[in-house]
T-cell receptor, first 114, second 112 residues
């Protein structure tokens, strides 16, 4: 069964440094998403991406965040200058182009900011 | 603001029994709901979904019930197995886009 893959599984970064989290969505999916889950809290929506542009974003997704689809298979989340409170699990998800279809999640990247 | 919440944070059941996990939602405009299972160290795994024009949907050993009158969603797992032990999240999607709003999660523990 096709799946969303994320790398790395764990990223440790010094505060203030840039970090890039990588995702390979399911190949025939057209919508891509990033969510995050701070330890012990709910999964929170960050951003959705369709047709090479952001379609929705939450208030969490401020100017420090950006997303990119640099080629036909990868989808990346960049945090420009990390803060301690960015420590969380970051999940990538993808879905087909139709509304009301399930989003399929990767196993996440654990981001630890020191 | 709108939110999705869960009634029970932890549910412990005996292997072979049926499990019922509940979820309340407050956005009456939500029209699509999903149940996810999250095992330790893994991402949310899709279990079953339901659209607002339905009140029941069945899968393999799982059933989702939607009561729009009281804005309540439940996940029923038949003959619960040790492999069902995980955290279960409900998530809802409104009409404005594809953003999912997740509930807080219920931990299901299956005793052998």
């Amino acid at each position: 069964e096709p799946e969303v893959t994320q790398t790395p599984s764990h990223q440790v970064t010094q505060m203030g440094q840039e970090v890039i989290l990588r995702c390979v969505p399911i190949s025939n999916h057209l919508y891509f998403y990033w969510y995050r889950q701070i330890l012990g809290q709910k999964v929170e929506f960050l951003v959705s991406f369709y047709n090479n542009e952001i379609s929705e974003k939450s208030e969490i997704f401020d100017d420090q965040f950006s997303v990119e689809r640099p080629d036909g298979s990868n989808f990346t989340l960049k945090i420009r200058s990390t803060k301690l409170e960015d420590s969380a699990m970051y999940f990538c998800a993808s879905s087909t182009g139709t509304v009301e279809e399930p989003q399929h999640f990767g196993d996440g990247t654990r981001l630890s900011i020191l | 603001g709108e939110s999705v919440g869960l009634h029970l944070p932890t549910l412990s059941v005996q292997e072979g029994d049926n499990s019922i996990i509940n979820c309340a939602y407050s956005n009456s405009a939500s029209d699509y709901f999903i149940w996810y299972k999250q095992e330790s160290g893994k991402g949310p795994q899709f279990i079953i979904d339901i659209r607002s024009n339905m009140d029941k949907r069945q899968g393999q050993r799982v059933t989702v019930l939607l009561n729009k009158t009281v804005k309540h969603l439940s996940l029923q797992i038949a003959a619960t197995q040790p492999g069902d032990s995980a955290v279960y999240f409900c998530a809802e999607m409104g009409t404005a886009g594809n953003m999912l709003t997740f509930g807080g999660g219920t931990r299901l523990m299956v005793k052998p």
